[in-house]
Nanobody
Framework: QVQLVESGGGLVQPGGSLRLSCAAS????????MGWYRQAPGQQRELVAT???????NYADSVKGRFTISRDNDKNVVYLQMNSLKPGDTAVYYC???????????????WGQGTQVTVSS
């Protein structure tokens, strides 16, 4: 099983920055990719960014050039640096990982509990 614990959310003014962190723990063979999704009130959960263990990244168009995802493979931690934040970025941000508990196990999706990011003056 994989447990994901996020940290770093909060309230920030428009134009400000926040850094989210997500640490994976538990017993698993591999976790790949890792990433972030977000869900605003009344809206569906949407992809923000993902990163593979090899460093390949994928971003939603709405965050390209403002957000940067990175990963520490040794520590099983994924980060999301968010700059130039806008009110439209307000949402609950969820850490995501796809992992398997053994070499021959099927992949499964894992989610963190979510952390609130509010961008407001």
């Amino acid at each position: 099983q994989v447990q994901l614990v996020e940290s770093g959310g909060g309230l920030v003014q428009p134009g400000g920055s926040l850094r989210l962190s997500c640490a994976a723990s538990g017993t698993f063979f591999s976790i790949n990719p890792m990433g972030w999704y977000r869900q605003a009130p009344g809206q569906q959960r949407e992809l923000v960014a993902t990163i593979s263990s090899g460093g390949y990244t994928n971003y939603a168009d709405s965050v390209k050039g403002r957000f940067t995802i990175s990963r520490d493979n040794d520590k099983n931690v994924v980060y999301l640096q968010m700059n130039s934040l806008k009110p439209g970025d307000t949402a609950v941000y969820y850490c995501y990982a796809q992992g398997r508990v053994g070499r021959w196990s099927a992949y499964a999706d894992y989610w963190g509990q979510g952390t609130q990011v509010t961008v407001s003056s």
